[in-house]
């Protein structure tokens, strides 16, 4: 083993990978080190590699001497490029420690975000800073995610703790709480990781640290990943490499924001920047299914009717430079790409960028759009597309003669029509369509943990969520009929019923979905098989070739 590498840096002038290495370097390291190369700004970090995860796996979740003394002399080098040390109370190095496999599999597997904080650091912090509840929100984040990813609790202990607080205070919202609040609810976060795990949240850095590497190693063999690579028909053997990051935050102040971003947009394939971003959040907030972001173009914001503004709006020169990043990514990929950024007090920062998940009608005007770009050849063209996936083409949709009653309306995550009868679990899912039955999931959100329960489904409708969320990708991917942010359903779980104003449907009752229009209609519709549009006759004439 002696002698082998196992991290490559990436940034501040250093490229020690390339696009080409996605089979060592997972498709996340790869393309930053890519990205580093052509001078965008992507905050400095170094990438753990596939092989360092399989070694891990293999020798019973335990790193070997060799690669945790490179992984330290990486942080060291993160330091020396900071300015920042690793639990420093008056200057704390913190870092996001992200999964990326050689395939890419969005929301799949694990991310920590701000690791390197713990009381000591919090406190001294709270001291020096007038961004209290800055450092407030960062060090919750953390917790949280720290007690559900390593410690393995679910979400909700965390969810609920914030929403009982709120209800105690009479709150609406949690931007409500004020910054003491905070500091309670902190403390009930790591009472709640004591009570149920018997160990508490770690204050040692480098035991936060390398348990958080540990975790999201692990995260390659989790549930959701597993089923996620039975669904795609993905190897089993790859592993996941380990990027860790200079943070950088989203969340810092109002001149500060996350977001996705799409080169094209990912509901038609449309030429030109669409996605979603929200101000002074992190990026786990854009594509966890619980928010419901805002467009980032002023006619993106038109379209869905948002009341609140764009990023072109509130940041336009920070829109434009993301206008240029955009496309100088796809013509360096050669691709519709998929962008995650962070704007933190107003300098704008590349923190991923990824072939974009799409659906087969997307894919077939992608490939021909840049075919006539001369991109690609037409030889890559047709390998994009196959004829096994053209065959999928023809996906129903509704019978425009066929006149009902509109329910309510959402934003089109991911085109087609389906009409099915409702359920609220992916459980359910699997359960009733195992017979045949055609089944439409609603939830308030979808997360990666849902993937099976959305693949037994016909189509998928939920209450939150935007179309950059990592469900409304699969669903994309997966091909199924998908609208998002249908806000003005109101969803009872317990009672499996879902009502729109005062209409009630309970589980059970039939719905139709139309993806491709955003539109939610009453019973059972007609669906016919479309003819193939302009773009469908001609990649037809391509493949016949």
């Known amino acids: 083993m002696t002698g082998k590498k196992w991290i490559y840096c990436f940034g501040d002038g250093v490229m020690e990978g390339h696009s080409d290495m996605t089979a060592l370097l997972g498709n996340k390291g790869a393309n930053l080190a890519e990205m580093a190369s052509i001078g965008l700004p992507v905050p400095p970090g170094f990438t753990i590699t596939t092989d360092a995860c399989r070694v891990y796996l293999e020798n019973e979740n335990q790193l070997a001497d060799e690669i945790i003394e490179q992984i330290q002399s990486g942080i060291g080098w993160l330091e020396e490029r900071s300015g920042r040390s690793f639990g420093d109370p008056t200057n704390p190095l913190l870092v996001s420690v992200r999964s990326g496999a050689a395939q890419s599999m969005p929301g799949m597997m694990d991310t920590v975000l701000n690791v390197g904080l713990n009381d000591e650091i919090v ?190 709006t509130r940041m336009p020169a920070q829109f434009d430079e993301l206008v240029k990043i955009a496309h100088k990514l796809e013509q360096r990929f050669r691709d519709m790409q998929e962008i995650e950024f962070t704007i933190e007090e107003g300098k704008l920062y590349i923190l991923q960028t990824r072939a974009a998940k799409r659906s087969i009608e997307v894919a077939i005007r992608v490939a021909l759009d840049l075919l006539d770009e001369g991109l690609i050849t037409k030889h890559e063209a047709i390998k994009r597309v196959t004829k096994k996936k053209f065959s999928k083409l023809t996906q129903p949709i509704l019978n425009p003669d066929i006149k009902t009653k509109i329910i309510t309306r959402g934003l089109p995550a991911s085109p087609g029509a389906a009409s099915g009868i409702i359920v609220f679990s992916p459980d359910d899912a699997i359960k009733q369509a195992s017979d045949g039955t055609s089944v439409i999931l609603v939830r308030n959100e979808t997360s990666p943990h849902d993937v099976a329960g959305m693949n037994a489904a016909s189509a998928i409708l939920t209450r939150r969520g935007g179309v950059t969320s990592h469900a409304a990708e699969f669903a994309r991917d997966i091909g199924r009929p998908c609208i998002v942010d249908a806000r003005f359903i109101e969803l009872d779980l317990e009672q499996k019923i879902m009502k729109v104003g005062q209409q009630t449907f309970k589980e059970g009752d039939e719905i139709t979905i139309d993806g491709s229009n955003g539109i939610v209609l009453s019973g059972r519709v007609e669906l016919l098989t479309p003819e193939l549009d302009d773009y469908g006759m001609r990649f037809k004439a391509l493949l016949d070739l």
């Not at 917790?143 to 202990?157: H, K």
């Not at 380990?242 to 001149?255: A, F, W």
């Open 123 to 312: 406190a001294q912090l709270l001291e020096t800073t007038h961004s209290k509840r800055f450092i407030l929100d960062c060090y919750r984040r953390l917790i949280a995610m720290y007690g559900s990813i390593v410690m393995g609790l679910d979400d909700e202990p965390f969810e609920d703790i914030i929403e009982e607080f709120r209800i105690q205070q009479g709150l609406k919202k949690d931007i409500d709480i004020v910054d003491s609040g905070w500091a309670t609810i902190i403390e009930r976060f790591k009472q709640a990781i004591t009570s149920k795990t018997g160990a508490g949240y770690p204050q040692a850095i480098e035991e936060q640290f390398f348990t958080t590497i540990g975790a999201v190693f692990r995260s390659w063999y989790s549930p959701r990943a597993i089923s996620y690579r039975a669904i795609q028909e993905l190897a089993d053997t790859g592993g996941t490499a380990v990027t860790v990051q200079l943070m950088v935050y989203g969340n810092r102040s109002s001149n500060s924001a996350s977001g996705v971003a799409f080169s094209r947009n990912p509901a038609n394939g449309e030429p030109g920047l669409n996605g979603e971003y929200l101000p002074k959040v992190q990026g786990e907030d854009i594509v966890d299914g619980f928010h419901s972001p805002r467009a980032l173009s002023d006619q993106a914001r038109g379209e869905r009717g948002d009341k609140v503004a764009s990023l072109q």
